[in-house]
């Protein structure tokens, strides 16, 4: 334990039966850079923050410091472990899984039915997103069919999520960088879209709102002018922010040509939706693969820039909330009639008005709700375009009422591991802003 | 196997016949390429049960011949007691199997690839090097599963604490329990 970087992170003593122990060896040993390790590349001497400095005509020495997992800027709890030569990043690597809950062991205990108050709370920023990936790869194990009106209130509703969550991103983007008028003005106006989505789901957030076999309710009477105004609100809000901060000098300088990143390096690193599409890549589920969602039926664009740096992600952001708000205007005009959730005895409890007076119903919704339904054996990958790419659900059904393996493909998990190339050359203050425009919600890196 | 079973149809000469082959174009290619590949169209999405040895060639294979640009996901199940799993003829089921997702760009299609690996020997060939985008999955895979990858540059704990003691997802590994305890359980009360 002479070394520096061990004293540094301070392995503890392993325990456990001798097999364990000789699995963490093997571990140890296929190891060469451990994730609590950091491996300097300019090694001539390694410094510690806050040990002894180093001389200062020493050019070759480089510095380690951990940046989070409490730093206020890295969204939740991302630690970044710097190699900084004086202000300029070598290598940074990110270390995960402060927030690790195991979701993903849970939703194996859960039911269908509860399954999507689980996976709800993954994405915290989209719970819909969530929602909606989970209830598609349980309908499609399924073989149901949604009605018209469930598909375009999901659309809906997925656009409105995607509109809160971007506008989140507005809002800590700008406080990130030191325009905290932002946090302000991205609150204001996705508090209004959250206010919308509590009258119609019941919560703010976690909404467990997209259902198996539905939603859980039908739209309140007169929501087509409440979402017609949140829309106009938004876009209010959206040309103020391209007003502050798209022109201005001092966001330019902060933004422009930091945090590169190319298409090839995006594709190889597993980096999807606004990461992506900065690029000059302009890929986007909701053209190429809409699953189930009558996203063909509507028009929108998809927006894609071609510098990869901060600022595009930040452009690429900000208009995206304008076409979700144009999907949601045609959503209002084009509303289908109908059942919001599909009338399959099996999935679907009966309304509440039969409970009362039927005792078969009663055991129905009884049965329903604590042993859940049966989904045949099999397996499935649905994936939809969340607001931060490609979320996937890979569902594996063994024929119980519970889910053999729940496994959440999160985009920000990906998309974190393009933060090295884009941090490494530059200084420690624009990492700030890259992570911030990476967008992650550990939440969902964590599961 | 089912081939031991009497048909009742008679065409005796269709018991070894060779199975019709897959209506994906890429699983077509797969099999070509990799004797011994079981095909399967799982609720319209199609899969491929390969060899394990083969794991980390058909990664390349699909990246250079097929322009599968972007490995979505590596993930793996443990199928301990599982009743109802589906059982298809050719392959050879073993506890624990790790699935790969892949997307193709450029054509626009997608398709899912599964080996079976084996309690003795709980070790896959990494794909890292092809698709740099699963080092974390895969160090995911390893952490929950205890599936070790073969040439992976860093493969480590990731949600888990490093001094954690076996490996969470698996079905033998119960999750945690907090007891409850009554009032009159307590003496001191």
């Known amino acids: ?447 | 196997m089912a081939d031991e079973t009497p048909r009742e149809d008679g065409h005796e000469d269709d018991v070894e016949a060779v199975p019709a082959p897959p209506s994906d174009e890429v699983a077509a290619a797969v099999l070509e390429r990799f004797p011994g590949t079981v095909f399967h169209e799982s609720h319209g999405q199609p899969v491929v049960y390969v060899d394990r040895a083969v794991w980390a060639e058909l990664a390349r294979f699909l990246r250079d011949e097929q322009q599968f640009t972007m490995c979505m996901d590596i993930t793996a199940v443990d199928h301990l007691l599982d009743a109802g799993r589906v059982d298809l003829p050719g392959v050879e089921y073993e506890r624990f199997e790790v699935v790969g997702n892949f997307l193709s760009h450029p054509r626009n299609r997608r398709i899912r690839t599964i080996c079976q690996v084996p309690v003795g020997e709980l070790s896959v060939a990494s794909v890292s090097d092809t698709y740099p985008g699963v080092n974390f999955a895969e160090r995911e895979v390893w952490d929950l599963y205890g599936i070790a990858f073969d040439g992976h540059p860093d493969l480590t704990r990731i949600l888990m604490p490093d001094d954690w003691v076996g490996h969470p997802l698996r079905k033998d590994d119960p999750p945690g329990r907090i007891p409850v305890t009554f009032k009159e359980d307590n003496p001191n009360r």
């Not at chain 1, 922010?241 to 995006?266: C, F, H």
């Open chain 1, 1 to 447: 334990m002479t070394d520096p970087i061990s004293r540094l992170t301070g392995k503890r003593p392993r325990h456990g039966s001798p097999e364990q122990i000789a699995g963490e060896e093997r571990l140890e040993r296929q190891t060469d850079e451990g994730a609590q390790e950091l491996r300097p590349t300019k090694l001539k001497e390694v410094v510690l923050a806050g040990g002894p400095w180093p001389e200062m005509d020493d050019p070759g020495s480089t510095m380690l410091i951990n940046m989070g997992p409490q730093h206020p800027s890295t969204h939740g709890v991302l630690r970044i472990m710097l190699e900084l030569d004086s202000e300029v990043v070598i290598q940074a690597k990110p270390v995960v899984g402060y927030l690790h809950t195991g979701m993903e062991k849970t939703g194996e205990e859960l039911t269908y039915v509860q399954g999507s108050t689980n996976v709800t709370r993954m994405d915290y920023a989209s719970p819909l997103a969530n929602e909606l990936v989970f209830s598609l790869a349980v309908e499609n194990l399924l073989d149901l069919e949604m009605p018209p009106r469930v598909r375009w209130m999901r659309m809906m509703l997925v656009e409105l999520s995607r509109m809160a969550s971007h506008l989140l991103f507005q809002a800590t983007n700008g406080m990130d960088l030191g325009a905290v008028s932002m946090i302000i003005y991205g609150w204001r106006e996705r508090e209004e879209v959250l206010r919308f989505l509590e009258r119609v789901t019941g919560l703010r957030m976690n909404h467990n709102f997209i259902r198996p076999g539905g939603l859980a309710a039908d739209l309140h009477d007169g929501w087509q002018e409440d979402v017609l105004n949140v829309c106009d609100l938004v876009e209010e809000g959206v040309q103020e922010y391209d007003d502050l901060l798209s022109a201005n000098p001092i966001w330019l300088e902060r933004t422009v040509g930091v945090g590169k990143i190319t298409t090839e390096q995006a594709i190889a690193l597993g980096a999807t939706g606004p990461i992506l599409r900065s690029t000059g890549f302009a890929w986007d589920l909701r053209k190429s693969q809409a699953v189930d969602l009558p996203y063909d039926e509507v028009d929108f664009d998809v927006i894609y820039t071609s510098n990869g740096d901060v600022f595009d992600r930040y452009r690429i952001r900000l208009y995206e909330i304008l076409e979700s708000v144009k999907i949601v205007r045609q959503c209002v005009a084009r509303m289908p009639p109908g059942d919001y959730r599909v009338q399959d005895l099996k999935v679907t409890p009966p309304p509440r008005a039969r409970i009362d007076e039927s005792m078969e119903a009663l055991i129905h919704h009884f049965k329903l709700f604590t042993e859940g339904f049966k989904v045949p054996p099999g397996e499935t990958y649905v994936a939809v375009e969340s607001p931060r790419g490609e979320i996937g659900c890979y569902l594996v059904s063994d024929g119980t009422g519970k889910p053999m393996r729940l496994h959440i493909r999160g985009p920000s998990f990906y998309n974190l591991q393009s933060m090295a190339p884009m941090m490494e050359g530059s200084m420690v203050a624009d990492g700030v802003a890259i992570i911030s425009s990476v967008d992650p919600i550990m939440g969902e890196v964590d599961r």
